[in-house]
Each structure stands twice: as C-alpha cells, then as structure tokens.
C-alpha cells in the first residue's frame, strides 16, 4: 500500500504544480481504432458451426466409439458458436458504446433497433444450433457494419465471404 499511497502523492503534487485541463475521451482509452468486422467474421464464424453441427454424422446407439467422436465433435463445435456469438455481441456493444454519438443516431434511427436486433439473435445463437437466426446476427451485423462505414464517409459493397459458408458481408470501399 506504500507504493499506492507515494504514487497519489506524486499525482497530488504533479497536480498542485500544474493546471491540468481536464481530459475527455469517447471511450476508456482514446485510441480511435474501432471497426465492426471482428463482429462479421464472429458471426459468420456462427453461421459456420451451425452448419458443421448440423453436418456431425449421428452415431450408431450401438457403437460407443462413435457416440464418443459425436459427444466430441459436437462439444467443440457448440463451444466455439457460443464464443463467437458472445464475441460479435461484445465488438457491436464496445463501438455502440464508445463510438456511436447522438448525431450518428440522428441520422440513422434505426440503429437503436440494429443493435437491440444483435443482441438478440446473439442470444438466440447461444441456445440453439438455428442457421436463420445465426444467419438474421449476420445480416443485422452487416447492416451495423454499412452504418458504421458510412459515420466514417467510407464507401462499402457486399461481397460473398471467401471461407464457408460463403455467405455475403458488407467490406469497406478502402
């Protein structure tokens, strides 16, 4: 506690010596690195465990080793979705929070919906192996994403994601 203490006091004096403006910032630190496709590849990560669960061949009752390899198979796909969902939920809150201002808001008023969209279908991804709900994530992620390029004045198109499940995301005109 030593340190702490002699560490306020440095701060204290530092302060009593100069006159600090006081700093403000959009979010905890202001970095200004913000970009929505950490959230698009996570849900499409989604999309793509979905569609591999649902690919698992079923085990035979009465072959153990197989019950075993789709007990396996089927834990690590479901871990991972779970993950990605959890994931593109947090990207779309931390730019919501920290990035997005009442004038982005104001100019496109369905971004309120847009989010509370996400987190819905976040939500729903978790619990159940759905592909139209990973694929209702994506399509909100990917209208967060046209939004968000344009609070940038950054053009953007659509294009087929090169991976499966080959499925369309909103890119930057770069």
């Known amino acids: 506690m030593k340190v702490n203490n002699t560490i306020g006091k440095l701060f204290g004096a530092m302060e009593d010596k100069t006159e600090f ?3 403000y910032a959009h979010c905890d630190y202001p970095c200004g690195i913000y970009d929505p496709h950490l959230a698009q590849l996570s849900a499409l990560t989604v999309v793509r465990m979905v569609d591999l669960m649902n690919s698992i061949p079923k085990p ?3 072959n153990p080793s197989e019950m075993l390899d789709y007990v396996h198979d089927m834990a690590r796909a479901v871990e991972v979705k779970e ?3 959890e994931l593109c939920k947090h990207e779309i809150r931390i730019i919501w929070g920290d990035y997005i201002k009442p004038q982005h808001v ?3 008023p369905e971004l309120h919906e847009i989010v509370f969209n996400i987190m819905k279908f976040g939500g729903k991804a978790k619990q159940e192996p759905d592909r139209e709900a990973a694929m209702a994530l ?3 992620v990917n209208k967060f994403a046209a939004i968000f390029w344009e609070t940038k004045g950054i053009k953007t198109h659509k294009a ?3 991976y499966d499940p080959h499925e369309e995301v909103v890119y930057p005109d770069l």
Request: hydrophobic letters at 20%; proline letters at 11%; zero cysteines.
């Open 106 to 108: 104001q100019a496109h």
């Open 60 to 62: 035979k009752p009465e």
């Open 160 to 162: 087929k994601s090169p």
């Open 21 to 23: 403006d006081t700093a």
């Open 83 to 85: 993950k990605h969902a």
């Open 138 to 140: 994506l399509n909100e």
